[in-house]
């Protein structure tokens, strides 16, 4: 069996292939997620969505709200913030706050300490995840301690902190759900220091046509909002490209399912035959890759089967 595939080409044309394999290499997330929020369309001012967000140039002197605090609303709030734009973050659910330099390359230790790349690779992807998630319990400990004083000055000014299930830290929630966490570059400090607003979403009563009105009465007004809300998973990419049956058999992609040891659906055959999903870190890409590659050719090979079955 072989798909049938249309591309269209930079200059118009389209191109059809008949390729036994697809290999779906488009990251772990990418459409933006637009949440349905019952009163934005009052709001008469511009909205976008951080994926179609530019620079903070033209909106220089004038008002801005950022809905969401992960790292897309952080660094538009910053850019924004730089640009001479007066600045408001609305915070949806609380947000796990690392800084990029050192805490945020504590897992990466082993990367300094002189074995082969290779080696490297192969050592973190082999570990067993009960083991796995001890280790970024005590990386999330040595992490907090490190950002104390952040953290504290943020909870100060009514920010929201969390810290992983189970205080797995920030590499768990990019495995389990591609986000939530922020590596602070300087936009931390500015909410800490007051000099970006913040605003708890459970705080507001509706938006308005100038703005964002508050249960207690006070309206934030602003000329742009920018919805920082994220992006959707593999699965909804899928779903739009080859339909609900093919989406149905492939199964869920990325993240943990019950007792599994190795993310869902990832650099392996599925339940749909000649469809594999590549994602993550160079580091992953690097060494599933290989295996990936493997894999094909022991299909086109006839020493396994195109697809997966269910309980494998």
């Known amino acids: 069996a072989r798909w049938s595939v249309e591309l269209k080409l930079a200059d118009g044309a389209t191109r059809r292939m008949q390729p036994r394999h697809i290999v779906m290499a488009t990251g772990v997330s990418g459409i933006p997620n637009l949440p349905d929020i019952p009163s934005l369309p009052d709001y008469d001012g511009t909205v976008l969505h951080s994926s179609a967000y530019g620079s903070g140039e033209e909106w220089a002197g004038r008002k801005?709200?950022?809905?969401?605090?992960?790292?897309?609303?952080?660094?538009?709030?910053?850019?924004?913030?730089?640009?001479?734009?007066?600045?408001?973050?609305?915070?949806?659910?609380?947000?796990?706050?690392?800084?990029?330099?050192?805490?945020?390359?504590?897992p990466y230790a082993l990367y300094d300490e002189g074995p082969?790349?290779?080696?490297?690779?192969?050592?973190?992807?082999?570990?067993?995840?009960?083991?796995?998630?001890?280790?970024?319990?005590?990386?999330?400990?040595?992490?907090?301690?490190?950002?104390?004083?952040l953290l504290d000055r943020l909870t100060e000014v009514g920010f929201k902190l969390d810290y992983g299930r189970d205080d797995t830290g920030w590499q768990f929630k990019y495995l389990e759900r591609g986000g939530g966490y922020y590596f602070n570059v300087g936009c931390s400090d500015l909410?800490?220091?007051?000099?970006?607003?913040?605003?708890?979403?459970?705080?507001?009563?509706?938006?308005v046509a100038d703005g964002v009105r508050l249960q207690n009465g006070t309206t934030h007004p602003a000329d742009l909002i920018v919805l920082a809300t994220g992006f959707k998973g593999q699965d909804y990419l899928v779903r739009r490209l080859f339909g609900e049956a093919i989406a149905d058999r492939a199964g869920p992609i990325w993240g943990f399912g019950d007792g599994d040891q190795e993310l869902r659906n990832m650099w392996m055959r599925t339940g749909q035959p000649g469809l594999w999903f590549i994602a993550g870190s160079f580091a992953q890409c690097r060494i599933y890759s290989k295996y990936l590659g493997l894999q094909i050719k022991a299909c086109e090979e006839g020493l396994i089967p195109l697809a997966r079955e269910a309980d494998q």
């Open 116 to 149: 082969d790349l290779r080696d490297c690779d192969l050592i973190a992807a082999s570990m067993p995840l009960p083991l796995v998630r001890k280790t970024h319990q005590m990386i999330t400990a040595q992490s907090r301690e490190l950002d104390k004083e």
């Open 64 to 106: 801005v709200i950022v809905l969401g605090t992960g790292n897309s609303g952080h660094d538009i709030a910053q850019d924004l913030h730089a640009n001479g734009a007066h600045v408001t973050m609305i915070q949806r659910n609380p947000t796990l706050i690392v800084s990029v330099e050192p805490s945020a390359q504590l």
């Open 191 to 207: 909410v800490a220091s007051g000099e970006i607003g913040l605003v708890q979403f459970a705080d507001i009563d509706r938006f």
